[in-house]
């Protein structure tokens, strides 16, 4: 009886740590055809972010420029932005694209901020020094700060 007892704790106990460590493919339908790289989940695991070189990660193909770009994934509604291009929905073009590579994304606890760095120069009026940069977007107003610029 005991021998039985601590074998149903201990496979309920390695069921929760599989539970609680399990994985979750965010690329599932589409199949990404370049690298993602360095992954930021929300506390509550609704809001992932990550960088990555893939061209086909959104919805609606916006990552023209060739550089590495930012994205953000709803886990509940399935959705994925990339959040380093502007979108024109009047034309259904990119009005802008940055202009260089923008990676180490992390959101915040309530998903409703993303800081990444990026050496882009055209994410934000006003930025004309060759180096790397610290933005923040929001994503609720859907508007990119540079909180490095000073």
Known sequence: MKK?????ILLWSFLLWMYAYSYSFINVSMGGNGDSIRPDISPDNRYSTYASEATN???INTDINGFRDVFVRDMVTSGTIN???EWNWVST?????DNGSSHAAHISADGK???FLSNATNLWTGDSNPGSDV???DVDADTITNISYG
């Open 113 to 115: 901020f993303i800081t």
């Open 83 to 85: 959040i380093t291009v």
């Open 4 to 8: 039985m007892l601590w074998s149903s």
């Open 93 to 97: 073009s990119p009005s802008i694209s």
């Open 57 to 59: 990660l959104d919805l």
């Open 135 to 137: 933005f923040l977007y």
